[in-house]
């Protein structure tokens, strides 16, 4: 009988998740953890990473559980990361961002420390911060009319939530340089070619093949394949250790820039981000304020900070 105040498993009826569902199937010994957002094709907003990681601890503390799974609601998605609508809210200042990425850090602790086998169910596709919790997983099953993908570098942002950090030990420094810098999808065939998935099935088959899967984990020893895990992430855990608190603060400086304000915007509007645009205002050529003839001035400002007249929106002009 645990001692007064130790850490337990609650029912999981009781746990009262709205963004996310969690399911345990006694006889498996399996708790499935669904994103259940797929309006948004199960992107990832504060409140839904904060769920999340109260479900991984949930499922560590759960004697019961042996192998834990997680999967996106619906056929179109696993996860296709951060929320942008959610980020294009987040206001002028860095501590909305910085606090948003200290949820997604928590994630993805809880989720690597799980003491638990994982399995990523991926049943659509899997993009940005989708790869890097797939990743964090054991073992990844895709389905074979899906794709992996990372976006940041068109989308305002640096995948070093587990990307930057862990492709190179999985793929191969080469291949993840492609992965992160080129933007393009990676087909099932590559991907599980490449080693970033541990199988790849049609759509009919994904939920049978995850389930063998769970049924040969949970024969395993549950302290030997504990500690099993701890050895097998010693790489992993250290490089996110050496790196994922500075680029929570690089990222959080860098929400309030021009070109991430630009990339969101872009995105909300579906068009492409105005690239040259960005790189003429990184040239110095900023707005020139056409009142007292200030110049350098942000892409992004409304008023000169030096005669306080209201400035053209340069976005206007660029075609």
């Excluded at 992107?43 to 601890?57: G, K």
């Excluded at 492609?178 to 009919?204: F, K, N």
Aim: glycine share 8%.
């Amino acid at each position: 009988m645990p001692e007064p105040g130790s850490p337990s498993a609650a029912d999981p009826d009781t746990l009262g998740f709205e963004h996310i569902r969690y399911e345990r199937d006694d006889d498996a010994a399996v708790a499935t953890v669904t994103i259940d957002r797929p309006q948004v094709l199960n992107a990832l907003d504060f409140p839904t990473m904060r769920e999340l990681a109260r479900a991984f601890e949930q499922a560590s503390w759960d004697d019961g559980v042996a192998v834990v799974v997680l999967t996106g609601a619906g056929d179109r998605a696993f996860c296709t990361g951060a929320d942008l609508e959610e980020q294009a809210t987040m206001g002028a200042t860095s501590g909305q961002y910085w606090r948003w990425m200290g949820a997604f850090i928590e994630m993805h602790d809880r989720l690597r420390q799980i003491g638990k086998p994982t399995i990523a169910r991926i049943n659509g596709i899997c993009v940005g911060g989708g790869n890097e919790l797939q990743m964090a997983c054991d073992l990844s099953v895709l389905v074979d009319d899906g794709y992996i993908r990372h976006v940041g570098p068109e989308h305002g942002s640096v995948p070093a939530g587990g990307a930057t950090q862990w492709l190179p030990i999985m793929v191969g420094e080469r291949r993840a340089r492609e992965i992160v810098m080129l933007c393009e999808p990676i087909p099932p065939a590559t991907a599980l070619e490449w080693g970033l998935v541990t199988r790849v099935v049609p759509r009919d088959r994904l939920d049978a093949e995850v389930a063998a899967l769970a049924e040969n984990l949970a024969r395993k020893l549950p302290e030997t394949i504990r500690y099993t895990k701890t050895q097998l992430n010693w790489w992993r855990d250290l490089v996110w250790s050496q790196t994922v608190q500075h680029a929570r603060d690089w990222l959080a400086v860098h929400s309030t820039a021009d070109e991430t304000r630009e990339a969101v915007a872009a995105f909300g509007e579906k068009r492409r981000p105005r690239f040259a645009e960005l790189r003429r205002q990184q040239a110095g050529e900023g707005l020139v304020c056409p009142a007292c003839g200030e110049t350098g001035l942000s892409a992004t400002a409304k008023f000169c900070a030096e005669c306080g007249v209201a400035l053209p929106n340069p976005w206007e002009k660029v075609q």
